[in-house]
């Protein structure tokens, strides 16, 4: 029986429902021309939850088969706006005139020999792609920490590369972290044990990130004295240098002992709580503690489900940490691409360490234009000037993407009848008997939501 078919005798779907999509339809095409338009920002994240919210909601009572045409029509859509973003995103060049990233890149290629630029770009795709490997194993270990296990390639790779597609063109958390979440727990049907494993991903990919900046500052130095000299206070260097090791160094220090010794943040969780009470009277600063103590406790728990594992966390976050240098490294080979051959690989590598940790805070789809900004104003001396140091974050997202945009492909092929070749839980193969046969299996953020608020344990002060 055709889709069309199936969706008539099906019913037709309510007007309400009708209607929201329609509107969600309105705000879609809206965010379609903020994209050719260039002008990614807050409006433009605003139309693209509106949108998303209300498709989701209105398909809801819509028939089966009409709701299988209309996914994949929004998945056509979201393709293509996605794609139109990314190349007519605007970065500033010499002179200070603002072109389109695809124009920008069309101008340096004419300039830099050909050859020399998609060599370079080859190699920084593919040691992105290690990267994206190495962050998917440390996924797999934890999952396996729990008692679940997924094969690697077909489905713990796949869902990565998928969840980097949806993330390219939403907030982060919506895209990698929630659809693997999302993946691992659909299939195994152990939410709590899932949402463990990626509460202790998150505490040891930022670490991964910490260590990379920590180990890389005594070489990459120059960065540091660039940036106080430019802002006139070349004094300053070595305390932002003692600034940027105490953060980054106390973080990592912090995960690695809880790693090894629980116990230890056990301690340092009273601690906390003690001079949170002390400082009850003191406006804000109780919030500030206990939001600390929260945070410890999180950590506490995932470290204790993984107790006598300590070998596997280990590797965990060593794949963390390769996986974060890989990306820095990137950064390096796209300077090479624009023909930037002064380049010096050490600074590189840890201004751009610095540049991703201020990404994945920037309020921006993706990192856009927060990307290219700190590169400017950490590199642009290391670069040769503002514009190469622009072009070079712009070609260092763009490669990351081409290494792994092609996970928009495994997206179609999730379909309602998808399983992956087997999904062990403490040993035994699962039968998948909970997913239910009306669900077409796409990714929902809500129902996400709704998981992750139900089996997720509440914080305790």
């Known amino acids: 029986m055709s889709a069309a078919g199936s969706g008539s005798q099906e019913g037709a779907p309510p007007p309400v429902s009708l209607l929201l999509i329609a509107l969600a339809a309105a705000a879609f095409a809206g965010l379609g021309w903020l994209a050719w338009a260039g002008t990614l920002g807050f409006k433009a994240l605003g139309l693209l939850l509106v949108s998303v919210g209300l498709y989701f909601v209105g398909r809801r009572k819509v028939g089966k088969g009409l709701r299988g045409q209309l996914d994949m029509v929004a998945k056509v859509l979201f393709t293509v706006v996605g794609g139109v973003a990314l190349l007519r995103h605007p970065i500033e060049v010499e002179g200070g005139a603002k072109l389109p990233v695809y124009e920008a890149i069309s101008a340096y290629i004419d300039q830099v020999d050909s050859s020399t630029f998609f060599f370079y770009a080859f190699i920084a795709m593919a ?17 396996v920490g729990q008692g679940i296990r997924y094969p690697f390639w077909s489905k713990i790779m796949t869902a990565f590369l998928i969840g980097r597609f949806i993330g390219t063109f939403m907030p982060s958390t919506i895209g990698l972290d929630g659809y693997t979440l999302y993946e691992a727990g659909r299939y195994s049907n152990q939410w709590p044990r899932a949402i463990t494993a990626k509460a202790l991903e998150k505490f040891i990919g930022i670490t991964g990130l910490f260590l990379g900046m920590v180990l890389t500052m005594p070489f990459g130095y120059s960065v540091i004295v660039d940036v106080t000299s430019a802002a006139g206070k070349p004094e300053s260097a070595p305390l932002l240098a003692g600034v940027i090791t105490a953060v980054a160094g106390g973080i990592s220090a912090v995960v690695v002992i809880g790693l090894i010794f629980p116990g230890a943040i056990i301690f340092v969780m009273n601690l906390v709580g003690r001079v949170a009470e002390a400082l009850a009277g003191v406006p804000g600063i109780k919030k500030i503690a206990n939001r600390a103590l929260g945070l410890l406790l999180g950590f506490t728990e995932a470290v204790g489900a993984y107790r006598g594992q300590l070998g596997l966390l280990m590797t965990a976050l060593v794949s963390k940490f390769i996986t974060h240098f890989t990306t820095a490294v990137v ?27 201020a990404t994945i805070f920037a309020p921006t789809i993706a990192g856009e234009g927060a990307r290219e900004a700190f590169q400017a104003i950490l590199l642009s001396k290391e670069l040769g000037g503002v514009a190469q140091a622009v072009l070079s974050g712009a070609l260092g997202f763009l490669a990351a993407e081409a290494a792994t945009l092609w996970g928009g492909a495994f997206l179609w092929t999730r379909v309602a009848g998808w399983r992956p070749a087997f999904a062990l839980v403490d040993g035994k193969q699962v039968d998948y008997a909970w997913i239910n046969d009306d669900e077409d299996g796409s990714f929902d953020a809500e ?12 914080p305790k002060a």
């Not at 129902?447 to 509440?458: I, S, T």
């Open 127 to 143: 040691v992105k792609f290690v990267g994206v490997i190495s962050s998917a194993f440390a996924w797999h270990l934890l999952l």
């Open 331 to 357: 950064y390096y080979f796209t300077a090479l691409a624009i023909g930037v051959t002064t380049a010096k690989f050490w600074p590189i590598v840890f201004g751009s360490t610095i540049q991703i940790l």
């Open 447 to 458: 129902k996400l939501a709704r998981a992750q608020a139900e089996h997720a344990a509440p």
